[in-house]
Nanobody, 120 residues
Framework: QARLEESGGGLVQPGGSLRLSCTAS????????MGWYRQCPGKQRELVAE???????NYADSVKGRFTIYRDGAKNTVYLQMNSLKPEDTAVYYC??????????????WGQGTQVTVSS
């Protein structure tokens, strides 16, 4: 199967920056879409940004112009560069990927989540 491991969360002041990383490992044959979601207490998980096969990207309106998603295919890693962070960006951020694994199965994989807190 496949596993996603995230890193890079933490505490940052408003206006600051963080970069999240997510690396896929396991019996991977190919990776299609990779993306980041976030969830605040009492709210539904929402899409923050995704990068799909071919390199096209989609962003939530609330993060456009501040966040950038990019991918290193050789390392099976996706990054989320977050600039001009606001308190409302505070959430648990989850990595997601659609992965083709050994046996030619498509697996929708999730990371364990990393906390991002924006506060002075």
């Amino acid at each position: 199967q496949a596993r996603l491991e995230e890193s890079g969360g933490g505490l940052v002041q408003p206006g600051g920056s963080l970069r999240l990383s997510c690396t896929a490992s396991g019996a991977i044959l190919d990776i299609y879409n990779m993306g980041w979601y976030r969830q605040c207490p009492g709210k539904q998980r929402e899409l923050v940004a995704e990068i799909i096969s071919g390199g096209n990207t989609n962003y939530a309106d609330s993060v456009k112009g501040r966040f950038t998603i990019y991918r290193d295919g050789a390392k099976n890693t996706v990054y989320l560069q977050m600039n001009s962070l606001k308190p409302e960006d505070t959430a648990v951020y989850y990595c997601n990927a659609l992965i083709l694994v050994a046996g030619l199965k498509r697996v929708d994989s999730w990371g364990q989540g990393t906390q991002v807190t924006v506060s002075s």
